[in-house]
């Protein structure tokens, strides 16, 4: 059974806004799913049609074969969502606030409590059990956000800019355990992010929404087929001979080939040219390069 | 699923007492109504020259049933029967006020909302949950009320006039039908108010209407206009209670995801 299937997937709002437009896809279980594109594009619209928080305008969608418009509160208790939205009591402490979410959950006080501890033990948490929520920073209050989706063990997990406001250590170190889950445990994630390179390191698979449009899926191979066959050669070179490469920056140099096997040749022909090789390096498109060349956007992704 | 409502109603009545600035709001009104009015009208009734004519025009127009006994006797018979009970119907209102409002304004000022509807419990479940411990604070406080009321009333009446006083059949039916069906129509405005509401103040302003019929009540027992009576109060909490729960129903069957996280 797929972890999730979305059949054109359609959601306008009451203002007359499409969110999201015609969307298919379906995952299958224990993949970590990228959903990428800036904000605005659709992707916390369609986590919430994905838990029932809203009812398509047009399309179908299930999550472990459960529809969320009709079954919200099946769908809730296999999944944990983590979004920008959905915060915890600032009068309870870290742990407090897991041991409630835990009880929701159906789990029992002394289980909730012994997950609690577990999960910040994991989530490095531990030192701030006992610390009421407002005193928390950013980071700190993402993890624990984390903690309380992962409290009832859920099958899929909905994250929405998991790492936004983390340190990189902290990103790192939240990125190390979304892949440790989906790899023992098996659960499904669905990563919404705008940080596509963050994105690159944890995810198997990728949508890339721009608009409320799914304009390209697949793994990273893929998406790289679907742009152009070949990587970049990056170069440094003395007495470069003219019109072989652009020139990017002082003594460097770079240009398009199709495969590794062209740079011994390349190499040769620069040699035998009198020029003087300092380094050369090929590089595969990142998701940031396909992203842009199928958005035709050559800018930063807006935050 | 009787833990997982039950564990939303600790944590939402939690949520009010460890909150010094709700749990003062909730505290004031009651300790107004039922210590320092009553310790000041036994105060005055015990001191004030009563014998002035002003005085004794008063008293003729007001319902002393037995004219035989001494008039401060009787005053605070009064007092205690037929003015105090009135304070019964504002009691659970204003706690429900601020529990109801604090609990779902307040969870969606503060962005928990979202979170607790992700939970596997459907929306009238939570619903009822956050219903239920509206309810549950607002009867503790007037029980609580109730019992401190009548313990300073009796040592006050005993050391200023050397007997008990004793608290009709009247009080059955308001702490037992009166106050928690006017208590279950506070929470339900509030309620219904809440899904639109922005803020705390916006949902408490639906539930103040209500206090008006009870204010009016409460000027008939000083004027002698409109005396309560154990017939009235079950009129009135028959209809109350009718009345909660058809707008209990009422209330819960609009609510839907998507209105409630606008």
Redesign the interface.
């Known amino acids: 059974m797929n972890a999730v299937t979305m059949n054109s997937l359609s959601k306008i709002y009451a203002g007359g806004k499409k969110a999201v437009d015609s969307v298919s896809l379906s995952l299958s279980q224990g993949e970590v799913f990228g959903f990428l594109g800036p904000n605005g594009a659709g992707k916390t619209t369609t986590v919430k049609l994905l838990n029932g928080m809203l009812s398509p305008t047009e399309g179908s969608t299930s999550v472990f074969g459960i529809e969320p418009s009709q079954n919200p509160e099946k769908v809730h208790a296999l999944s944990g969502v983590v979004t920008e939205h959905a915060q915890m009591y600032d009068s309870l402490t870290g742990i407090q606030n897991l041991i409630f979410y835990g009880s929701v959950f159906g789990l029992g006080e002394t289980e909730s409590k012994k997950r609690g501890m577990e999960l910040l033990e994991q989530l490095e948490l531990s030192d701030a059990k006992d610390t009421k929520l407002a005193a928390y920073s950013t980071g700190m209050r993402q993890r624990l956000s984390l903690a309380r989706a992962l409290i009832h063990q859920p099958q899929i997990l909905f994250l929405d800019e998991p790492t936004s406001g983390l340190d990189p250590e902290s990103a790192q170190n939240v990125h190390s355990m979304i892949r440790r889950l989906s790899a023992e445990k098996g659960i499904t994630v669905f990563l919404c992010t705008h940080q596509l390179r963050y994105a690159q390191e944890i995810c198997t698979r990728y949508g890339l929404m721009a608009e409320g449009r799914l304009i390209a899926e697949g793994t990273l191979e893929a998406l790289r087929s679907r742009i152009h066959a070949g990587m970049q050669v990056k170069l440094k070179v003395k007495n470069m001979p003219p019109d072989l490469a652009r020139r990017t920056d002082d003594d460097t140099y770079e240009l398009p080939i199709r495969s590794e096997d062209e740079i011994p040749q390349l190499v040769q022909q620069i040699a035998g040219a009198g020029g003087q090789i300092y380094h050369v390096s090929s590089k595969l498109p990142s998701l940031e390069d396909i992203y842009f060349t199928l958005t035709g956007k050559k800018e930063e992704l807006p935050q | 699923m009787k ?2 409502i039950l ?2 109603v600790k ?1 939402d009545i939690r ?1 009010i007492t ?2 010094h600035r709700m749990f003062a709001t909730l505290l004031v009104v009651p300790i107004v109504l039922t210590v320092l009015v009553p310790t000041l009208f036994i105060l005055i009734m015990r001191f004030a020259p009563t014998e002035s004519p002003d005085f004794q025009k008063l008293l003729a127009m007001l319902p002393l049933a037995e004219q035989n006994e001494d008039t401060f006797k009787n005053m605070l018979r009064l007092l205690l029967n037929y003015m105090l009970p009135t304070f019964f119907m504002l009691i659970p209102i204003m706690a429900a006020s601020v529990m109801a409002a604090c609990s779902f304004v307040g969870e969606k000022e ?3 909302l ?9 929306l009238k479940q939570i619903f009822r949950a956050k219903v239920l411990a509206a309810f549950l604070l607002s009867m503790l406080v007037s029980a609580i009320s109730f019992a401190v009321m009548l313990i300073v009333l009796e040592t006050e009446t005993c050391l200023l006039a050397g007997f008990f006083l004793l608290p009709d059949a009247k009080w059955l039916l308001i702490l037992l039908l009166v106050s928690p069906a006017v208590s279950l129509i506070a929470i339900t405005l509030i309620v219904k108010t809440s899904a639109k509401a922005q803020s705390v103040e916006d949902a408490q302003q639906g539930a103040v209407f209500l206090l008006f019929p009870v204010l009016m009540l409460l000027v008939g027992q000083f004027t002698g206009v409109l005396l309560i009576n154990a017939w009235l109060l079950l009129v009135i909490g028959i209809v109350c209670a009718l009345l909660a729960v058809l707008l209990l129903k009422q209330s819960m069957s609009h609510f839907k ?2 209105t409630l ?1 606008k």
């Open positions: 833990n997982q564990a939303i944590k949520g460890s909150n503060k962005r928990t979202e979170t607790l509807l992700y939970c596997p419990l459907s995801y998507e996280l």
